[in-house]
């Protein structure tokens, strides 16, 4: 029997083979070289998709080993969340999966707004950030500036000012030779890659529309304690909040609107939409600020148009989907493609 590899941690962290959200980590961890074969990891924000994203990391070394043959390991060592009584029940569970030797943050839980920073100056040397869009900015600034490496979910800002101030950050992490990766992960799905290619190379033809769906069911929503605070109780609620979420058109809809920049290999140049609130929370909006449907068109630079659907209500069209059409056919994304003449074509995967 063939022994399994041992991994540095800089393929590690740079390796496609990693599931989920490893698999999305692009060469996270480029330059110097790593003295220990343990990637120590710091999470920022602890909640759904921070906890998937540690989980994922956490399974990485498992997965590899199993399909690649690779021995290595990860290891969470610092966690900040706004609310760190939150994490304490998902901490445990991670101990109880992976065991203390894997899951050791004991007085590295950083509680606050700020915490994010005492989390990363720990001894660590991958930054997860999973915190809503409107914090991203500034934490990704601050890991940069310290000289770690980046995985940062999606979305990454709430507004074009951090839209801007990331891509600053960006061109320090290059200048520094630190990796990042964004939690884009269709761009990592093999039917996704292999169903894009076959677009880009012209099997339907010029494309001359897209759509792009996320239609669903409402959202969560956290009643406000009491003696919680305003500030406390809309981070709290951080989606309901245009200024962290970005809205659902931003937090949840950029999946199926990259996806459609991605087969055109550029970005629309103008917008035309339309969207609103009439069911959320009863149309309250101390309580809600975010629309609950939302439909714009998209003009690439080219003329090309992409139309877009977003939605958050009960008992409607629930569909996320994205459709190129072409002068030779059709293709539902990752799914299958229809040329107009000759058969369907199933995408690998699908």
């Known amino acids: 029997m063939k022994e399994p590899e041992q991994l540095s941690r800089r393929k590690f962290i740079g390796s496609s083979a990693l599931a989920g959200v490893a698999a999305s980590l692009p060469y996270v961890a480029k330059g110097e070289a790593l003295q220990s074969d343990t990637i120590r990891v710091a999470a920022i924000g602890l909640g759904g998709r921070g906890t998937g994203a540690i989980g994922q990391i956490l399974d990485a070394p498992k997965d590899l080993e199993s399909q ?13 969340e706004a609310f760190p009584e939150k994490a304490t029940t998902k901490l445990d569970a991670f101990k109880k999966k992976y065991g203390d030797d894997r899951v050791d943050v004991e007085g590295r839980i950083f ?6 920073k005492q989390a990363i100056n720990e001894d660590v040397d991958m930054v997860v950030i999973a915190t809503p869009p409107g914090f991203k900015p500034q934490q990704f600034e601050y890991a ?12 990454v800002a709430s507004d074009v000012a951090g839209v801007k101030r990331v891509l600053e950050s960006a061109k320090l992490a290059k200048e520094k030779g630190l990796s ?4 884009l992960q269709r761009r990592h799905e093999e039917r996704f890659t292999d169903c894009v290619k ?5 099997i339907i033809g010029d494309i001359n529309l897209l759509r792009v769906y996320w239609n669903g069911n409402s959202i969560w929503h956290r009643a406000k304690q009491e003696g919680m605070t ?3 109780y809309q981070v709290n609620n951080w989606y309901h909040f245009t200024w962290a979420s970005g809205d659902q058109i931003c937090e949840q809809h950029i999946h199926n609107l990259d996806v459609g920049c991605w087969i055109k ?3 629309p140049v103008k917008a035309n ?11 309250d909006r101390t309580l809600s600020q975010i629309f609950d449907h939302t439909a714009v068109e998209y003009t690439f630079p080219d003329g090309t148009k992409m139309f877009s659907q977003g939605r958050h209500l009960k008992g409607g069209w629930s569909h996320v989907a994205e459709y190129a059409h072409g002068s030779k056919g059709t293709c539902s994304v990752a799914r299958f493609i229809e040329p107009f003449e000759g058969d369907a074509i199933r995408i690998r995967g699908a």
Not at 273 to 283: D, T
């Open 68 to 80: 690649k043959g690779i021995r290595c390991n990860t290891k969470l060592v610092a966690v900040a």
């Open 111 to 116: 509680g606050g707004l700020d915490g994010y």
């Open 144 to 155: 940069i500036n310290q000289g770690k490496k980046v995985f940062m979910e999606k979305p």
């Open 180 to 183: 990042v990766g964004i939690g």
């Open 198 to 202: 076959q677009l880009q190379d012209g």
């Open 230 to 232: 305003e500030m406390e």
């Open 265 to 267: 290999g550029m970005y």
């Open 273 to 283: 939409g339309m969207g609103g609130s009439e069911m959320r929370m009863g149309g």
